[in-house]
């Protein structure tokens, strides 16, 4: 998972494999990520609009399943 702050709120992405994206990559970048299938890159979406800081998924292979929720807080 890769989160990433953005003017209009956090986003996060689910990466495949072991490589992240470079902090630094703009928006752009990452819509052009998760556009390419190949990139291993997806873009969550929360699972409940009344909590846009909530994202649930699954994650698994032969040998281990989960179902995992990772919810962000601001500081304050």
Do not use: C, N
Not at 51 to 56: G, N
């Amino acid at each position: 998972m890769q989160y990433v702050p953005t003017p209009a709120g956090p986003s996060l992405y689910r990466h495949t494999g072991e490589r992240y994206l470079d902090p630094d990559v703009t928006p752009e970048q990452f819509a052009a990520a998760t556009a390419d299938q190949s990139s291993g890159v997806q873009r969550m979406t929360p699972d409940d609009e009344a909590q846009p800081t909530k994202w649930m998924f699954s994650v698994g292979d032969p040998g281990f399943e989960a179902d995992l929720t990772i919810s962000l807080t601001a500081d304050s």
